[in-house]
């Protein structure tokens, strides 16, 4: 293994570790009310991506962005995606919702996959297939037995999902890019938190040094990873970086069965199979189809 690939490597394991860890973060100020730690999400992840899109230089990749109401457009509709996703995450961890949290972070890779058939024209392969249509069955099962849909699970799924197949399509700088998302998000956040947040923990200057800092860290939980994941990205082939992706629903799972207890019935089990299953599948197949592009 070369320096590089191994710096990659371990760039990769870092990015989905904090992944993995951030529920234990949101659990620890569980207290405050998900849309206000949405607030705090959004103001200290613009002030992080501004110091790091400083420190990188890349103020002429942002000012490209800028001057292209197109791109900006393009990044607004992405960014309430994003931002779905976030306060989703937020609430559903917080709520003792983290199994569910879990599950859609393992459906959305074969989420994807659906929205490259269904929007890129892209065709999928014999074992794609059956990959989808367990992780399908899995759904459905719960949907007969308990009556109701991972409404959650799928929401993280599929925002996630749609937010990855948007930004396909805006060639702009991974970290650029999060910044003007996060910066035309702030407006919002700031008006919903001088006029609607009424909570005592609202006025920073109310507060122990203690408890600001761990709603400062809100901004280090969101970047920190993504820094770590572009790094890894640069030395990794996507292939390659696509396996380490089941570390952090994994994490989540076992902190949510094992730590935090979360309700684990017979019914989640078996819809949980079909998606390890599906996942299986659809790695097998990955290995065996990019391991035969290789031999050509």
Not at 108 to 134: C, D, H, T, Y
Not at 155 to 180: C, E, M, N, P, Q
Request: glycine letters at 6%; one cysteine or more.
């Amino acid at each position: 293994m070369s320096p590089s690939t191994r710096t990659g490597v371990f760039n990769a394991l870092a990015a989905y570790f904090m992944w993995g860890l951030a529920p234990i973060y949101f659990k620890l100020i569980d207290s405050i009310s998900a849309d206000e730690i949405m607030i705090h999400r959004v103001l200290w992840s613009t002030i992080f991506l501004a110091v790091i899109v400083i420190l990188m230089k890349k103020w002429t990749a942002l000012k490209e962005i800028v001057t292209t109401p197109k791109t900006i457009l393009g990044l607004a509709i992405t960014a309430s995606f994003l931002g779905v996703n976030w306060f989703m995450f937020i609430w559903a961890v917080n709520n003792d919702h983290l199994l569910d949290a879990s599950l859609g972070y393992y459906i959305n890779p074969l989420f994807s996959v659906a929205l490259g058939v269904i929007f890129l024209g892209e065709r999928l392969r014999k074992w794609q297939l059956m990959a989808v249509v367990l992780a399908i069955i899995g759904v459905l099962i719960q949907l007969i037995a308990l009556g109701t849909l991972p409404i959650i699970s799928l929401a993280l799924a599929g925002t996630f999902g749609i937010y990855g197949l948007l930004r396909k399509k805006i060639h702009v700088d991974s970290f650029v890019g999060l910044l003007i998302e996060s910066v035309l998000m702030l407006p919002i956040a700031l008006v919903y938190w001088f006029f609607f947040v009424t909570s005592e923990t609202s006025n920073l200057t109310n507060n122990e040094v203690s408890l600001n800092l761990l709603l400062m860290a809100a901004g280090l939980v969101t970047t920190a990873p993504l820094l770590c994941f572009t790094a890894a990205a640069k030395r990794l082939t996507l292939s390659a970086l696509g396996f380490f992706q089941y570390i952090g629903p994994s994490m989540m799972f076992v902190l949510a069965t094992f730590y935090y207890q979360e309700s684990f019935n017979a019914i989640k089990l078996i819809t949980f199979g079909f998606i390890w299953a599906a996942l299986v599948v659809f790695s097998v197949d990955s290995i065996r189809h990019n391991a035969s592009r290789r031999q050509k």
